[in-house]
């Protein structure tokens, strides 16, 4: 049985498991499974879900069952896909690629979201992740920053 993940997670993962059985065969497809990649948006080609799949499909009948879903969660939650995402977002923030956040591109970058912060929210954020204080936020700060606020909350 898998043993890294607590109960909560593994509900969790098999409700994501369900939405992405699409035929609720109990089994994730290769096209199930490129169909979900996609729409959390990668694109990824049928050579490489062939890939994907030769990797976790473990009993080689051509699905994902739960457990070996289970095994891609627990290889791809925490390393890759994390960061990817973070140098995504971060160059979202770092429009003009100088590696550093500046404030201001906080400020811009919230306030198209439709989430605009003032001065005084943006110092505490700069103050939490600005580390060297140099004034910017590099990538491993923004990181930091970034991994501290999605951190799950401890044990009251
Ligand atoms: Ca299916
Ligand atoms: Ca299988
Ligand atoms: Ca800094």
């Not at 043993?3 to 369900?18: A, G, H, L, P, T």
């Not at 954020?125 to 700060?141: A, H, K, N, P, T």
């Amino acid at each position: 049985m898998v043993e890294k993940f607590s109960e909560d997670e593994i509900e969790n993962y098999r409700k994501i498991f369900q939405s992405m059985d699409k035929d609720a065969s109990g089994n994730i497809s290769s096209k199930e499974l490129s169909f979900a990649l996609r729409k959390v948006g990668v694109s990824v080609n049928s050579e490489q879900i062939d890939d994907i799949m030769k990797d976790v499909d473990v009993d080689s009948d051509g699905n994902l069952q739960f457990e070996e879903f289970l095994q891609i969660a627990a290889k791809s939650t925490k390393d890759v896909d994390a960061e990817e995402e973070l140098k995504e977002i971060f160059m979202i923030f770092d429009r003009e690629n100088t590696g550093f956040i500046a404030p201001g591109q906080i400020k811009h970058v919230m306030k198209s979201l439709g989430q605009p912060m003032n001065d005084e929210e943006l110092y505490e954020i700069m103050g939490e992740g600005d580390r060297d204080q140099d004034g910017l936020l590099s990538f491993e700060e923004f990181t930091a920053l970034m991994l501290a606020k999605e951190a799950p909350k401890q044990q009251t």
